[in-house]
């Protein structure tokens, strides 16, 4: 769960304004919540929620409120980054602006499908279109999915984020495919306010969180739209990967990897002109964790080293297939990665 974050803010891995209340990752950071009140006769009758009752109460709670927030992402390699977001919705319309505080400079916006970010150094405005795969605090990234086959849930208690109260869920995986998640999800609504990415010996792998938040705030759409669109004097790049199938390309999974499904697959706008022909994106997801396999013309002068290396809950493998180059990328363990790469194949 590719701890879902606006996507014009991921950083390597999965962001941090002074939150000293965030301890070191590992296994001792994974803080103990409360343990649940005692439970009263009315409240034994109300049956534990599912994983998935658990998720879609979260997923609706973001697309629901408005809200102006700092979040933060710690990742157990000591990468650490901070932005500032406002989140406004009307009906099936969501709109954000995303303000990067580590880094360099930018702002980005995100209406749907449309990004849109700004680069105040180079004065460049760089607008695309991209499929969301689920963003912070939304976690769900396939609504047709098999996530109760591959995780379970339980409530481990309680406890306060950014002032308000929560329930602490844990997402627990059945196999050693994906990894497992602790949230933190506001009482009243459900959002997503706290979230940790957990290997399977327990360990904090990534953690995010609103370390400030104001819930229903008076976020203005028209706004946001309004500066959203306003480029004069900025120099517009566009860019719009187009949609294409990996059969049409040349490739198929000859073993699927259990769980994940394919749900889109994008030839970059430039494949097929300075850049090797049949580059492509295909990204696959299980409704929680997504991976990316990037394929493309082998080149023995930029493609040296095969090899797999981690950032936070971020595995990178690359490896060459015959004339062809492969980058896998996901939050996901190592050896999902292998698989992805072993089941790849290049059609006759």
């Known amino acids: 769960m590719h701890l879902p974050i606006p996507s014009a803010f991921r950083i390597p891995g999965r962001l941090i304004a002074a939150w000293c209340c965030l301890a070191p990752l590992g296994p001792a950071a994974a803080e103990t919540p409360q343990p649940a009140a005692p439970v009263t006769t009315a409240q034994a009758r109300v049956p534990e929620r599912s994983v998935s009752e658990w998720l879609l109460r979260m997923h609706e709670a973001s697309k629901l409120r408005s809200y102006i927030g700092t979040f933060v992402v710690l990742s157990s390699n000591g990468g650490m980054s901070s932005a500032r977001i406002w989140h406004a919705c009307e009906g099936n319309q969501q709109i954000e602006r995303v303000e990067s505080l580590t880094g360099a400079p930018r702002s980005t916006f995100r209406r749907n499908e449309e990004v849109v970010t700004f680069l105040p150094e180079t004065r460049v405005v760089r607008t695309e279109k991209r499929e969301s795969l689920g963003f912070f605090p939304s976690l769900l990234k396939s609504a047709d999915s098999s996530i109760p086959e591959f995780y379970g849930a339980r409530r481990l208690g309680h406890d306060r984020v950014a002032g308000f109260e929560t329930d602490v869920v844990q997402l627990a995986p059945k196999d050693s495919l994906r990894y497992g998640y602790r949230i933190w999800s506001e009482k009243k609504s459900g959002l997503v306010v706290k979230l940790q990415t957990i290997d399977v010996d327990g360990t904090v792998l990534e953690q995010a969180a609103f370390s400030e938040l104001a819930l229903d705030a008076p976020v ?30 040349g490739w198929q999974m000859r073993v699927p990897v259990a769980g994940f499904r394919p749900i889109s697959c994008y030839k970059p706008p430039f494949a097929g002109t300075q850049a090797p022909d049949g580059a492509l994106q295909w990204i696959f997801s299980d409704g929680l964790a997504a991976v990316s396999l990037f394929v493309e013309q082998y ?24 004339d062809w180059w492969l980058t896998a990328v996901g939050e996901v363990p190592p050896q999902t990665l292998k698989a992805f790469a072993l089941g790849l194949e290049r059609r006759k």
Do not use: C, F
Request: avoid cysteine; aromatic fraction near 4%.
């Open 220 to 249: 203005r759409m028209d706004k946001l739209n309004q500066m959203m669109g306003a480029t004069n004097g900025w120099r517009v790049e566009r860019s719009e990967a187009v949609k294409t199938t990996p059969e049409a390309q």
């Open 299 to 322: 080149d023995k002068q930029r493609h040296v080293q095969e090899g797999q290396y981690a950032s936070g809950a971020t595995q990178t493998l690359t490896r060459r297939i015959q």
